[in-house]
């Protein structure tokens, strides 16, 4: 490795800086939020409930609960799964930071599981491994939206007793053996943040199937009170409400459901753009040394969230970083998916996690990179982002 030879390029492969996850908005989404504004309704109201009964029709659940994130829903979800002060719940390394923390915020442990090399999904053999007396929930993310082995999830769920809750937060689309991921287990909570594949700007929504939980969610979301609070200034009259539990303020709002809305019409459309940048890359890069995802497994459905390399860095002459400031020097953002959780400061301190704990999940951690992937990108961005990712390899290697 050369970390010193500094890249510099004479002349980038486009003008402008291509961001990286930006998201699709069209005008029937603007159109929505202005009606929004003019009904001067931009709290939690009528737009809010048709959101979550069109995402429960797409999902195929029997409920769907919005909050304003996907860290609150699972915070939420964690709670109504019974998980108090002291419960394990086994979850992944390779996740984005919320996830551990909604664990911690409802007063559990975040115990980890490695990751399987191909799938950079959590590995079923190694979540066994981890069962103690104290775990009660297993919290699987779909990563990148390829779906977890959910089979094996739920026999070692029911086997133990353990609550299966999974981090759909990349998950929209994802199917699995014919359903949708947001059907299967106990509780799935979704991200409307800016770069997921269906976006409110925040925003976040729970899917289940008992309906004694999705009221007690719907309540804990608007500080513990009765379900249609916020009706009790509509024209229906005003009406007392009574306080059930100290909930939190997770509430969705109408301006955030008017944008959900429409990106929930396009949600497909936008998959099958995706697919298209998805081959694309892949015919690509077929013979660079780099690692491209792995084809998808017998009857399931990739939600195409996030495109990663992984990169061969004992064949090249720096590592991932150096390979994000080169792209960055052509003018293409990039993102990380993710430095694994435990080798963060906090976690690493509290829990007194080691590089070489979780192999896996630290080899991915050193080498991924996420390419630019939205359904906003032309024909002409993709093809930018391909012919900087081979200068820059090309270059190193
Ligand atoms: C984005 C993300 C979250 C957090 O979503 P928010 O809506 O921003 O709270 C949680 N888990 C994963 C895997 C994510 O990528």
């Known amino acids: 490795m050369n970390n010193k ?23 029937d989404e603007i159109d929505e939020v202005v009606s929004t504004l003019l009904s001067c309704w931009i709290g939690t109201g009528p737009k809010v409930t048709r959101f979550e009964e069109e995402f429960r029709d797409y999902i195929g659940s029997k409920y769907a609960l919005a909050v304003n994130s996907c860290t609150a829903g699972l915070h939420l979800a964690l709670l109504s799964n019974g998980i108090k002060a002291g419960d394990e719940v086994i979850t992944t390394p390779m996740t984005f930071c919320a996830t551990a923390n909604a664990i911690i915020h409802s007063g559990g442990v975040p115990i980890f599981a490695d990751i399987q090399k191909d799938t950079m999904n959590i590995d079923p053999v190694e979540i066994e491994k981890k069962i103690t007396k104290k775990t009660k929930a297993i919290l699987p993310v779909h990563f990148a939206g390829r779906p977890c082995e959910m089979k094996a999830i739920l026999e070692i769920a029911k086997k133990n007793n353990l609550k299966v ?14 359903k949708k991921v947001g059907q299967i287990g106990d509780m799935s909570v979704y991200s409307f943040y800016v770069t997921k594949n269906l976006t ?4 976040g929504m729970i899917t289940c199937n008992n309906k004694i939980q999705a009221k007690e969610i719907k309540i804990l979301a608007l500080h513990g009170i009765s379900s249609d609070a916020w009706k009790r200034y509509s024209d229906e009259g005003y009406k007392h409400y009574l306080v059930r539990a100290p909930g939190f303020k997770y509430n969705m709002t109408d301006i955030q459901a008017s944008i959900g809305l429409h990106q929930l019409k396009r949600i497909d459309k936008n998959w099958e753009r995706r697919k298209q940048i998805w081959d694309k890359y892949n015919d690509a890069f077929k013979g660079l040394p780099v690692n491209i995802p792995n084809p998808f497994e017998k009857d399931t459905r990739h939600a195409l969230h996030l495109y990663t390399l992984i990169l061969d860095i004992d064949n090249l002459k720096t590592n991932r970083d150096g390979i994000i400031d080169a792209l960055y020097k052509e003018n293409i953002g990039t993102g990380v998916h993710f430095i694994a959780i435990h080798l963060h400061p906090y976690y690493k ?16 951690s050193d080498r991924t990179i996420s390419l630019p992937f939205s359904a906003k990108l032309t024909d002409k961005d993709a093809e930018d982002v391909i012919a900087a990712v081979k200068k820059v390899i090309n270059y190193y290697s």
């Open 165 to 178: 809750i999974s981090d759909c937060a990349h998950a929209v689309e994802t199917e699995y053996h014919g």
């Open 5 to 27: 030879r500094k890249y510099e390029s004479v002349k980038p492969v486009r003008d402008d800086f291509l961001i990286f996850g930006s998201p699709l908005i069209l005008k």
């Open 349 to 364: 301190e509290k829990y007194k996690f080691r590089r070489g704990d979780f192999p896996v999940s630290e080899f991915i």
């Open 200 to 203: 409110t700007g925040e925003g």
